[in-house]
């Protein structure tokens, strides 16, 4: 379950905690749209965050059974925790440094521990370094808030049409 977790965070560029309480009525196969409601978001956005799902996160998704409403689950019907979601790259951290001495570090952060969070970082470092999608669009991707308030009041679209590519690159 954890696996499947971290691929859809990955696939999607979301927080964590986005992932971990993401509910299958959020889920839309047809339009392969996850919608993220206003109250879930980091900043509390007023409106949804709408994440394009690529044709591997709809894979893992159908390969899910489902359980509860939440997807990702751990006894019974509740979510998993973010402890659990940290323990396993802890686990893979230690196993890898038995392997090669060095384990799952981020060197741009002073060698420390690589977190789930962190994988957000490396979308945007791909988007930048090897695609030519606009800034807007991957940081949309990330669900980032224009702290320019004129500028966001002008800019109202989730550029859906532009991030699914992204999404599936």
């Not at 939440?70 to 790259?89: E, N």
């Not at 196993?95 to 945007?124: A, C, E, M, W």
């Amino acid at each position: 379950m954890l696996h499947s977790h971290y691929s859809i965070q990955i696939l999607t560029a979301a927080r964590p905690g986005g992932v971990r309480f993401c509910s299958w009525s959020e889920i839309d196969y047809e339009r392969k749209i996850w919608t993220i409601p206003a109250n879930r978001t980091k900043a509390k956005i007023t409106k949804k965050h709408m994440v394009p799902l690529p044709e591997q996160a709809i894979a893992i998704l159908k390969s899910i059974p489902k359980i509860g409403d939440f997807i990702f689950i751990i006894k019974g019907d509740r979510p998993i925790s973010d402890r659990t979601v940290k323990a396993l790259v802890e686990r893979m951290h230690k196993q890898q440094k038995s392997i090669d001495g060095v384990g799952y570090i981020d060197i741009n952060q002073d060698n420390r521990l690589i977190v789930p969070h962190g994988f957000r970082s490396t979308f945007k470092d791909w988007s930048v370094e090897n695609t030519d999608y606009q800034d807007v669009v991957t940081e949309l991707a990330l669900s980032h808030v224009n702290s320019d308030k004129a500028r966001a009041a002008y800019a109202r679209s989730q550029l859906i049409d532009k991030r699914c590519p992204l999404m599936n690159d």
